[in-house]
């Protein structure tokens, strides 16, 4: 099923995300362009590898990861966004490589984190 969704998911509006983990959900989705939650599993910790190689991936809204704990790669290759999402994680340990090769982004904002560990 993610096979062919990766092919043809090109605006995803209004997700209930309320089940689902974070952690690779849509990796690869190169055809993605727009993506908003309406619902958000905010007790989610991992989401490594979240949108990584979205290369049309332009905007993302409603994305609320409070437990989010490891961020890593989460945007990698994003070419099109311009513009970071913003979001509170105070849980976060890890934002390693969030947003590397995303050459079209002028913008990161502070993201707040756990004091330590980081």
């Not at 727009?34 to 990584?52: G, H, L, P």
């Not at 704990?69 to 990698?76: A, L, V």
């Not at 966004?81 to 969030?98: H, T, Y």
Request: positive net charge.
């Amino acid at each position: 099923m993610k096979q062919s969704l990766q092919s043809m998911l090109i605006k995803a509006k209004g997700l209930d995300y309320s089940n689902v983990s974070g952690a690779e959900a849509f990796r690869s989705f190169s055809l993605l362009e727009e993506v908003s939650f309406s619902k958000f599993a905010t007790n989610r910790t991992d989401y490594y590898n979240m949108f990584q190689g979205c290369v049309k991936l332009k905007k993302v809204e409603g994305l609320t990861p409070l437990a989010g704990r490891t961020f890593q790669y989460m945007f990698q290759g994003c070419t099109a966004l311009e513009e970071a999402p913003q979001f509170d994680c105070p849980k976060a340990i890890d934002f390693s490589f969030m947003f590397n090769a995303c050459t079209s982004l002028r913008e990161i904002p502070y993201y707040n984190r756990a004091s330590s560990g980081f």
